[in-house]
T-cell receptor, first 116, second 115 residues
């Protein structure tokens, strides 16, 4: 089954304690990205990756890091979380080839992060 | 820069009523893709439809239908004979051909269907 898997689903942490949210996809997609969802703002892109070792900033990258050492994995790292990073996070993957049904983005189940 | 506007923040209807969710977009590209996603109370994002900019045909899938009009830059979504299970947040999104597959989302419309 084609899927994007995020872990954990829920996380409560304290300010300044480093954390990593993992994301893995089994569709051999080149493109992966992270979004955060906040009330009234929809989803906004944090970082994206076009392929292994290729990452770039999205619209709201401050306070986040990513890495793409393997094609299937794209972890999101918060080195020093702050309360304004409390949000619902989604990982997504898709093929970079615009053809047929390949334009759909597959989303993970979401990670609800609370920073106190 | 691309932008998606969903002006309706919240909509409430009574079961079996028809409801239309509006989506207006801005883009400079001639090639782009439009999407609708559903987010039920459980939180996951459920893909509903993708449309490319060269296909203006309206689409119907069961009780769902979509009206794409390039002249007004709109991609509206209609649910016919709404049901309580349709209650969710609905997001419209845009992806430009040259934007490295980034999705730009609208702010979402919370639809509540009352029994």
């Amino acid at each position: 089954e084609a899927q994007v898997t995020q872990n954990p689903r829920y996380l409560i942490t304290v300010t300044g304690k480093k954390l990593t949210v993992t994301c893995s996809q089994n569709m051999n997609h080149e493109y992966m990205s992270w979004y955060r969802q906040d009330p009234g703002l929809g989803l906004r892109q944090i970082y994206y990756s076009m392929n292994v070792e290729v990452t770039d900033k999205g619209d709201v990258p401050e306070g986040y890091k990513v890495s793409r050492k393997e094609k299937r994995n794209f972890p999101l790292i918060l080195e020093s979380p702050s309360p304004n990073q409390t949000s619902l996070y989604f990982c997504a993957s898709s093929s970079i080839f615009i053809q047929g049904s390949n334009t759909e983005a597959f989303f993970g189940q979401g990670t609800r992060l609370t920073v106190v | 820069a691309q932008k998606v506007t969903q002006a309706q923040t919240e909509i409430s209807v009574v079961e079996k009523e028809d409801v239309t969710l509006d989506c207006v977009y801005e883009t400079r590209d001639t090639t782009y893709y439009l999407f609708w996603y559903k987010q039920p109370p459980s939180g996951e994002l459920v893909f509903l439809i993708r449309r490319n900019s060269f296909d203006e045909q309206n689409e119907i899938s069961g009780r769902y239908s979509w009206n794409f009009q390039k002249s007004t830059s709109s991609f509206n979504f209609t649910i016919t004979a709404s049901q309580v299970v349709d209650s969710a947040v609905y997001f419209c999104a845009l992806s430009e051909y040259g934007s490295a597959r980034q999705l730009t989302f609208g702010s979402g419309t919370q639809l509540t269907v009352l029994p």
